[in-house]
Nanobody, 124 residues
Framework: QVQLVESGGGLVQAGGSLRLSCTAS????????MGWFRQAPGREREFVAH????????RYSDSVKGRFIISRDNAKNTLYLQMNSLKPEDAAVYYC?????????????????WGQGTQVTVSS
C-alpha cells in the first residue's frame, strides 16, 4: 500500500524557516521522481519543486527559487523541503507526491500518489 505522510508544517513569521518532511512507504522510493506542490485557499494546486531519483536533478518554481531546497534520503525513504526566507504568499497546504516514473516533471498529472498535506502559515 502506497503511503506518503508529510510533517513539519506550522506557523512561522515572515523571514523564518521551516523544514517539511515526507515519509514514503509501499514502493521502491529510489525508483521515482518526487515532488512538492502547494495549494492556497481559492487557488489551484501548484508545482513547487521536484527531485529525480538520486537527487541529480532538481527544479523549482520561480516563486521559490533561491529560497527553498528539495532533497531526499533514499535510505530513509524520506523527501524534504527546506523553506527559508518565508513570505506570507508562501502560506498554503504543502503536498508531497510520487512521480509516475523516474522522469523529471512539473505537471500534476504526472504524479500518481499524494500525501494528505501539511499546513504552512506565514505571519507578516
Amino acid at each position: 500500500q502506497v503511503q506518503l505522510v508529510e510533517s513539519g508544517g506550522g506557523l512561522v513569521q515572515a523571514g523564518g524557516s521551516l523544514r517539511l518532511s515526507c515519509t514514503a512507504s509501499g514502493w521502491t522510493f529510489s525508483s521515482y521522481t518526487m515532488g512538492w506542490f502547494r495549494q492556497a485557499p481559492g487557488r489551484e494546486r501548484e508545482f513547487v519543486a521536484h527531485i529525480t531519483r538520486y537527487g541529480g536533478t532538481t527544479r523549482y518554481s520561480d516563486s521559490v527559487k533561491g529560497r527553498f531546497i528539495i532533497s531526499r534520503d533514499n535510505a530513509k525513504n524520506t523527501l524534504y523541503l527546506q523553506m527559508n526566507s518565508l513570505k506570507p504568499e508562501d502560506a498554503a497546504v504543502y503536498y508531497c507526491a510520487k512521480g509516475r516514473s523516474s522522469v523529471a516533471t512539473t505537471l500534476l498529472s504526472n504524479y500518481d500518489y499524494w500525501g494528505q498535506g501539511t499546513q504552512v502559515t506565514v505571519s507578516s
